[in-house]
Structures are given as C-alpha cells and as structure tokens.
C-alpha cells in the first residue's frame, strides 16, 4: 500500500491528499490518504509525505517521497532531510533552495500542486460588477493581509471583495467551490509560496488569479494575461489592474474560459498524478 499523508483534517492539503489517493487507485496502485497519528502506526511499501515537519515515522526514510510545499521556517527539517528517499518540489523556485539545503540529492523533482477537478469546476460568470477575492491566513501572513487591504481600499466602491479567511470568516473546505463560485478573480501578495493551491483551484473554477508572488508555483504556470496576471509590482500597479478589468469585463471573460480550460487540462488530479509513479514504483522496491 502506498500512504499520502496530510497535515490537518478538513485543509487543503488533505483534500489533494484523498484526490491523489483515488487517482493512483484509478491507476491500479492502492493507496490511502492518512492523517499523521496513522502514519506513525503504518508501515507502508511507499509513503508521499506533505506535512512540513514530521517525526516518528513508521514507513522507513528511505520509502519516502517528500513533497516540499512550502519555503524557510514551514520547511521539513534538516533531520529528516537527509534521508528522505526522494524529495519533489512543488515549484522550480523551491526547488534551487531545496538543492541548496541538500547539495548531496542527486535529483529533485518537480511536482506542481494538482486539484481535484470532480469538486472544483468552471462555473458561468456573467455578474455587471467585477467580485475580487482572497484565501488566506490573515496572521500568519499579516503582511499580505496588509497589501491585500490597502489594494481593496483603493479599488472600493468600483469592485465588490470577498474574503474567506482563516480565522475571521473562514470558510469550510467543502464550501470553497461555492466561494470561488461567487468571485470573478482571486488576488496572492504573499512573499513566497509552493502554491498556492487556492490558486490552482481558482483556476480550475475559471477564476484566473492576480498574483505578485514570483517565488510560487501559480507565478510559474500561468501565462500573464492567458491564463491569469502576473504583476511585478505592488499596490498600485495591481489595484491599476483590477480597475482595468472592472471597466473591461469582456476581456476578463475571455481570460477566465482560457483560465479555466488550462488549470482543469493541464493541472488536475490526474493529470499530475501520473509524475509520482516512477517514485512509488522506485520506493517500494528498496528494502526497509
């Protein structure tokens, strides 16, 4: 059996856990999606690690492929590290750090975030008035939550904003359809991110996202003005945007069926699931 651990019940990570899980069942692998307290109790022939730090695992180091989500102190730890059998990165970004922190693998690997397309779909946008959004955590990454607001007070009462917050208004993992349902694009200022996955399941929603984040994976995917907007700036460089798009909805329209027919295509489930096989495979050949 191949385990894909998550980090917390009813997060983001879990969903693409049990995601993966299915679709490697599709493709004649058993697998299961646990939760930390199980895989310190299962030792499994391969084992897809997402928590950032994890201790007292049951499966063997060398089973292991550590999916890298996240940059700095969110990291796994140097510990672990070293004997993980392999390591994938969730952007390239993060990867040059991570091959920075471990000289000695060979290889790291490159797996994008990937989204179930059954639970995210492209929903029709026809509204008069131009719906901004924002997913988050608004403490851990107060400084973002900061842009994000003065972004918001220069745009209003031109835009409608929504937020589904972590703590303030957050919104349960089985109602961010509905979320991405009711905006017309998803706005990430954050400094750095393997993701973010909200952006992906924006995506697969036909919400293409504002991004300034250059170090994420969403920055790398996305073709500016294709698929989403990449801005190297600011504030004011992507509250300038925004107010573009406001008065021209038809060309926003035009970006979100492009948006949406990349993310679900390109970025889906199964889709990426397919790039963990030769590791699974790999994995469950080396002894314990």
Same mark, same amino acid.
Request: one cysteine or more; charged letters at 25%; proline letters at 4%.
């Given at each position: 059996?191949?385990?894909?651990?998550?980090?917390?019940?009813?997060?983001?990570?879990?969903?693409?856990?049990?995601?993966?899980?299915k679709a490697l069942n599709k493709l004649g692998v058993v697998a299961k999606a646990v939760n930390q307290t199980q895989a310190r109790q299962i030792e499994a022939?391969?084992?897809?690690?997402?928590?950032?730090?994890?201790?007292?695992?049951?499966?063997?180091?060398?089973?292991?492929?550590?999916?890298?989500?996240?940059?700095?102190?969110y990291d796994f730890t140097q510990e672990n590290g070293e004997n993980f059998g392999f390591i994938a990165c969730a952007a390239k970004s993060l990867m040059e750090e991570v091959k920075i922190k471990f000289p000695?693998?060979?290889?790291?690997y490159y797996i994008t975030p990937a989204v179930d397309t059954s639970i995210?779909?492209?929903?029709?946008?026809?509204r008069k008035k131009l719906v901004v959004g924002f997913a988050g955590n608004e403490k851990r990454r107060e400084k973002q939550f900061h842009l994000i607001k003065q972004v918001q007070g220069l745009t209003e009462p031109?835009? /409608?904003?929504?937020?589904?917050?972590?703590?303030?208004?957050?919104?349960?993992?089985?109602?961010? #359809? +509905?979320?991405? $349902?009711?905006?017309?694009l998803l706005l990430t200022m954050s400094t750095s991110e393997g993701g973010p996955l909200v952006g992906f399941e924006a995506g697969c929603c036909g919400v293409p996202a504002i991004t300034t984040t250059k170090r994420s994976s969403l920055w790398e995917v996305i073709e500016d003005g294709v698929s989403g907007y990449k801005i190297d700036g600011e504030v004011e460089a992507v509250a300038e945007k925004i107010l573009f798009l406001a008065k021209n909805l038809d060309c926003l329209r035009k970006v979100q069926?492009?948006?949406? /027919?990349?993310?679900?295509?390109?970025?889906?489930i199964e889709a990426?699931?397919?790039?963990?096989? #030769? +590791?699974?495979? $790999?994995?469950?050949k080396r002894r314990a």
């Amino acid at each position: 059996m191949v385990t894909i651990v998550y980090d917390v019940e009813g997060w983001a990570m879990h969903q693409e856990a049990v995601g993966l899980a299915k679709a490697l069942n599709k493709l004649g692998v058993v697998a299961k999606a646990v939760n930390q307290t199980q895989a310190r109790q299962i030792e499994a022939e391969a084992q897809i690690l997402f928590p950032r730090q994890m201790h007292n695992i049951k499966t063997p180091l060398r089973k292991i492929i550590a999916k890298y989500v996240s940059y700095g102190k969110y990291d796994f730890t140097q510990e672990n590290g070293e004997n993980f059998g392999f390591i994938a990165c969730a952007a390239k970004s993060l990867m040059e750090e991570v091959k920075i922190k471990f000289p000695f693998k060979k290889e790291i690997y490159y797996i994008t975030p990937a989204v179930d397309t059954s639970i995210y779909k492209p929903t029709k946008k026809d509204r008069k008035k131009l719906v901004v959004g924002f997913a988050g955590n608004e403490k851990r990454r107060e400084k973002q939550f900061h842009l994000i607001k003065q972004v918001q007070g220069l745009t209003e009462p031109f835009v /409608e904003w929504k937020m589904a917050l972590m703590f303030e208004n957050r919104i349960p993992i089985d109602k961010m #359809p +509905l979320f991405y $349902e009711e905006i017309d694009l998803l706005l990430t200022m954050s400094t750095s991110e393997g993701g973010p996955l909200v952006g992906f399941e924006a995506g697969c929603c036909g919400v293409p996202a504002i991004t300034t984040t250059k170090r994420s994976s969403l920055w790398e995917v996305i073709e500016d003005g294709v698929s989403g907007y990449k801005i190297d700036g600011e504030v004011e460089a992507v509250a300038e945007k925004i107010l573009f798009l406001a008065k021209n909805l038809d060309c926003l329209r035009k970006v979100q069926r492009q948006c949406s /027919e990349f993310f679900q295509t390109h970025l889906s489930i199964e889709a990426v699931t397919p790039l963990y096989l #030769p +590791l699974i495979k $790999e994995a469950a050949k080396r002894r314990a």
